[in-house]
């Protein structure tokens, strides 16, 4: 008699064989051969597809034997069922932790459900995608109501208008699920993105005490999150992903109906329309949850045909391209080219553009639209049928992908045996035969999807010919008196040394050694470039610093593609390298970088503060804050980009020195506000939140204090960011989770967390150098202070230089109460009584020991000036400033409002502690000393420069310092 794995694929055969008689050491039991769907074969079948179901089979048989008893896997799962199930597991459920306990083991139940009737081919993708929808959507249901009606136990039940009505009445959460939940296309391990929110103001009756409707559901909504994202010893259901609400991470977690209509009423982006088009209520009272759906539908769906759409679709597909180069997703089927994502594009595309008008494309599932797309001839039957194809395909291979280990996954596999896997699920007899059709789907799908979503450099023709004068150059078959008079007479300055570094490279044993595409893209592309190079004034020089990207691209050609495809995007990296080597090392350092040349328009248009942070919001969407690796990498990539416009405008003159230090400021707030973001959600997924007196959870109680440059709003391309930590917790509370630690430790772990994410070096290089000598007590002091220890040290403690730093600090991430809590201090301290004589010679002995140890020895100050450290420099303007500032606030407290130097000055002026016109001249000469600096970093130069520099700056300076510092 033959084994049940014999008809398997042979390294599949010897898996299944492996592992049989631990998964039924006592042979098959009679309660599942019960089934009669189910047989020996069918269960090696089912074994060889999936390590999941092998363990569940092998770990928890007897809630496999209850799931057969409740319904044969041979019949379909439907929600009704779904929602049986959960009532039974419910009636079990005594408390929170058990609540936990029971949704995790209905998970596994169901998942074994749902991936055993997928991967069998037992279920379509319709029941599929419909039954993993429904079962979150009873899971979040179920947890809701039960949490529910625990927190009205304790804090009373919320009361306000009700938006059906319009009469009081108790108020429910309303959970929205969105992308593919909201479209009821879920895959068999997905996380889920919801948004939360209740129908408005108002507060709880029948408490302990009442809170308000805000606070209330906020409480309600972290202990969702946590029930249903919380990992415990049976796992977890959902990862839940909040960050689509208004505001991201940052946002308020519960928003009424009134707020989240204002805010997509007059802040809503594009990339949020494209999320809301798949939006509907999974949770809480569906009449009420029908009410704010029907508000926030003029968002989504314009009432004309919306060809504006146009635009934001190419800055979307941009977007999808650069991710694509950066993750290196080739083989992600899903964000790769081809894959589910540009088919989801091009349906959504049609939705947003026409939708207002043509109602039936205001629907969710992407099956259905594409079906009113071909009735609405608004693309051809084939496109249609070869789109739904791949869509199909693409998806049951996803769920391939996913229900082997039950892991969210697109990525194909590389391993001999997951191939097999994949092959056997797809029904192809081999792993090559499934990758040919996959082949197939994704370059019809990429060919509809640019075609659909061109941009318009793909839309221009053939690039212009090219003199076979740079050909013969580059491949050095003519000689070389030829090549110097040729490359004399196009302009190159130094036409020897260009042909010395040309042959460097060509003779390198990279190129000697690169493959054969790799070669051919490397003799297109440089003949073009040398022509290119014809277009500034320093073409020698700037062939030496643009060769530092090609040599940096010769193993990822696709770069060299990416430039010969977009003349506009060559034409700026020229430009840009000859003006700027500092520009010219980044882009080498950064290929990646190249992306931002694609556009000039944004290139030379920073966004400001609010679009940084919406377009780091985007950027981060996809990636978990689980992936660490990837987010350091995302946020390193970010702030190179962002400070890449900033350099490209500030040469162009388009910005000046104070914006340029904005800027760079307003990059550096963004990012840390991230990082505070993704530092304590990973703790908190660890620990718990840090426990409050009042038994809230909703803040991080915690903020960051930028000195120096940051506080100061002064960054340049290169400086380090000097940063204190506080929060105003009480340390002597723990935390709520499953592994409480003391609020001290917790904060302490934080801190730890943000600087390793700044400071870690990583392929991308390092985010931010973090100097944290400034804290209380410098490096022997705790690296997070209680606001309270942090008053009591600058009161008690500090010494005068201490407070010198505070005149240029601020809060610039993290807790709103924290960083007022922290400015309240700062201001009672620059405000304190101090006996100016002393005051002013303390500084000034400060001052003289910094210039001792960082300015130009004497024997050299004809030759050299440092601009910053020497006698009328930039420290001398911050010094008087910062006496001033110490001397005078307690007389003028206004001064303190301000944490730059520029502003200080202006408001020392407006007092009349400083003469207006003294004020004015400082001022001027501060900001063309730091532009001098600003300049000299995009050339890769320090802030010495020759001794007669300035002199009249200088002087000015000197004399003042003389009259305020000297008497």
């Not at 056997?424 to 792993?431: A, K, P, Q, R, S």
Request: charge should be negative; glycine fraction near 6%; aromatic fraction near 8%.
């Amino acid at each position: 008699m033959s084994e049940p794995w014999s008809c398997l694929p042979l390294p599949l055969a010897d898996d299944v064989a492996a592992g049989w008689a631990s998964v039924f050491p006592e042979g098959l039991p009679a309660w599942l051969a019960e089934d009669a769907s189910i047989s020996e074969e069918v269960i090696a079948q089912a074994m060889a597809r999936s390590l999941f179901l092998r363990q569940t089979l092998e770990r928890h048989p007897e809630q496999v034997r209850t799931l057969l008893e409740s319904r044969l896997l041979s019949e379909p799962t439907t929600p009704e069922y779904l929602q049986a199930r959960w009532s039974e597991y419910l009636v079990d459920v005594a408390d929170e932790p058990g609540l936990h306990s029971a949704l995790r083991r209905f998970r596994r139940e169901a998942q074994f459900r749902i991936i055993w009737r997928d991967l069998m081919r037992w279920a379509d993708l319709p029941e599929t995608m419909a039954a993993t929808s429904a079962f979150a959507e009873v899971c979040i249901q179920g947890a809701l109501s039960w949490l529910y009606g625990s927190a009205c136990e304790q804090y009373g039940t919320p009361w306000g208008k009700d938006p059906v009505s319009g009469s009081e009445a108790p108020q429910s959460l309303i959970v929205i699920g969105m992308g593919k939940l909201g479209g009821c296309e879920l895959n068999v391990s997905s996380d889920i993105d919801l948004i939360f929110a209740f129908p408005g103001k108002g507060e709880t009756r029948g408490g302990r005490r009442s809170l308000d409707n805000q606070q209330f559901f906020t409480r309600l909504g972290q202990r969702l999150i946590q029930a249903l994202d919380q990992i415990t010893a049976d796992g977890f259901v959902f990862r839940v992903d909040m960050r689509l609400r208004p505001y991201g991470q940052s946002g308020a977690l519960a928003l009424s109906f009134a707020a989240l209509e204002t805010y997509y009423q007059d802040q809503g982006r594009d990339w949020e329309r494209y999320a809301m088009v798949k939006s509907r209520v999974v949770a809480g009272d569906p009449k009420a949850g029908q009410v704010l759906m029907e508000s926030l539908r003029p968002f989504v769906y314009r009432r004309y045909i919306d060809f504006s759409a146009f635009e934001s679709l190419r800055t979307m597909k941009a977007m999808i391209s650069r991710e694509v180069r950066r993750q290196g997703l080739e083989n992600n089927i899903k964000l790769g080219s081809g894959g589910i994502r540009e088919i989801e594009f091009v349906v959504q595309a049609f939705q947003l553009i026409r939708g207002g008008r043509d109602r039936e494309l205001q629907q969710r599932e992407l099956l259905i639209i594409l079906k009113e797309l071909e009735a609405l001839e608004l693309l051809p039957s084939q496109v249609v049928n070869e789109l739904r194809e791949a869509y199909v395909f693409l998806r049951n291979l996803e769920h391939a992908l996913q229900g082997m280990e039950d892991k969210q996954t697109q990525l194909l596999p590389e391993d001999e045996l997951s191939q097999a896997r994949v092959a056997l699920i797809m029904g192809f007899d081999d792993w090559q035969s499934c990758l040919q059709v996959l082949t197939q789907h994704r370059e019809k799908v990429a060919t509809h999807f640019a075609n659909i979503i061109a941009t318009e450099e793909e839309e221009e023709g053939a690039q212009s010919a090219l003199d076979e004068g740079w050909f013969e150059l580059w491949l050095a078959e003519v000689d070389e008196v030829s090549d110097t008079q040729w490359l004399e007479k196009n302009g190159y300055e130094d036409p020897a040394g260009s042909l010395g570094v040309l042959a460097s490279l060509r003779d390198s044993r990279t190129v000697q050694t690169m493959q054969t595409q790799g070669r051919k893209r490397l003799n297109q592309f440089m003949p073009v470039l040398l022509e290119a190079l014809t277009e500034v004034e320093n073409p020698s020089e700037t062939l030496s610093r643009v060769l530092q990207l090609v040599e940096a691209i010769l193993r990822r050609t696709a770069y060299m593609v990416l430039l010969l495809e977009n003349p506009g995007a060559r034409t700026q990296l020229v430009k840009l390298c000859s003006e700027s080597p500092w520009i010219a090392r980044q882009l080498a350092e950064t290929p990646l970088l190249l992306d931002e040349l694609l556009n000039a328009e944004s290139l030379y248009s920073p966004p400001a503060r609010d679009e940084l942070q919406d377009d780091l919001r985007q950027q981060m969407l996809r990636i978990s804050y689980d992936d660490l690796e990837n987010q350091m990498e995302s946020l390193r990539h970010f702030k190179k980009a962002h400070s890449l416009r900033v350099a490209a405008s500030e040469l162009k003159g388009t910005l000046p020195l104070m914006k340029v230090s904005d800027y760079l400021t307003w990059i550096a707030e963004v990012v840390l506000d991230h990082v505070v973001d993704v530092a304590f959600s990973n703790l908190v997924a660890r620990h718990g939140y840090p426990g409050r007196a009042d038994g809230a959870t909703s803040e991080t109680d915690f903020a960051v204090i930028g000195y120096g440059k940051l506080g100061g709003v002064e960054l340049g391309y290169t400086s380090d960011l000097d940063l204190v930590f506080v929060h105003k917790a009480d340390p002597g509370l723990t935390t709520d989770g499953e592994k409480p630690i003391d609020n001290a430790v917790f904060y302490t772990r934080l801190g730890q967390r943000i600087v390793h994410i700044l400071n870690a070096q990583t392929p991308s290089g390092q985010l931010y150098e973090v100097d944290m000598r400034l804290r209380p007590s410098g490096n022997s002091g705790l690296l997070v202070s209680t606001v309270h220890a942090f008053e009591k040290y600058q009161r008690h403690d500090a010494w005068t230089w201490e407070h010198q730093a505070l005149a240029r600090a601020r809060g610039v991430a993290g807790c709103r109460e924290t960083l007022a809590a922290f400015e309240a201090v700062r201001h009672d301290i620059l405000c304190q009584s101090r006996e100016k004589d002393k005051l002013r010679q303390e500084v000034v002995d400060m001052r003289e020991k910094m210039r001792a140890s960082l300015g130009t020895p004497e024997s050299r100050r004809e030759e050299i000036f440092h601009i910053k450290h020497d006698a009328g420099g930039i420290v001398d303007i911050e010094f008087m400033v910062q006496y001033l500032m110490l001397a005078w606030s307690e007389d003028h407290p206004e001064l303190t409002q301000w944490s730059d130097n520029i502003r200080q000055m202006e408001e020392l002026g407006r007092a009349g502690v400083l003469p207006v016109e003294d004020a004015e001249k400082l001022r001027e000469a501060y900001i063309a000393l730091r532009s001098n600096i600003h300049r000299r970093a995009l050339q890769n130069l320090n802030s010495q420069v020759a001794g007669d520099a300035f002199l009249g700056e200088r002087r000015y300076i000197r004399s003042v310092w003389q009259k305020i510092m000297t008497g």
